[in-house]
């Protein structure tokens, strides 16, 4: 098994288990960075390795790496969350109907002006969510 999988678990506060390596194997052997829910993970999981994992063991997983900033968590609305194995501040569009995310170029959007301040706290980033219809 890959050792820097082995580290990223352990430096996340998991131990590093069959399931949780292959679950390091999709998220992160990809070319491309993708967008995924828990429910998606676990299909593709499912499709790519032929073995189930449970998805408490997919949840905790994700959710120890994004604590630990190996993946990002992109609220869509109260009950709909999506995970991007791409880390960086950058934009995207939500397809409302097919529900999916679309990584969106920062040349694809103008300047962004915050007028409003809240005092003691600073900007840390600023990416846009364009939610696409029909």
Not at 67 to 79: C, E, V
Not at 85 to 104: A, G, Q, V, Y
Not at 114 to 121: H, L, P, T, Y
Request: aromatic residues 10%.
């Amino acid at each position: 098994m890959n050792v820097k999988y082995i580290e990223k678990l352990r430096n996340s506060g998991l131990r590093p288990t069959k399931q949780r390596l292959q679950i390091c194997d999709v998220l992160f052997e990809t070319k491309k960075t993708f967008h995924f829910t828990i429910y998606d993970l676990a299909k593709k999981i499912q499709k790519q390795t032929n073995f189930d994992i449970s998805l408490a063991t997919i949840y905790n997983t994700v959710h120890a790496f994004e604590k630990k900033g190996y993946l990002k968590q992109i609220p869509i609305n109260t009950n709909q969350t999506y995970f991007d194995t791409n880390i960086t501040d950058h934009h995207h569009f939500f397809d409302l109907k097919e529900e999916k995310l679309i990584d969106l170029d920062d040349c694809d959007v103008g300047p962004i002006n915050i007028k409003k301040k809240i005092n003691g706290k600073k900007i840390k980033s600023v990416e846009v969510l364009v939610k696409l219809e029909d």
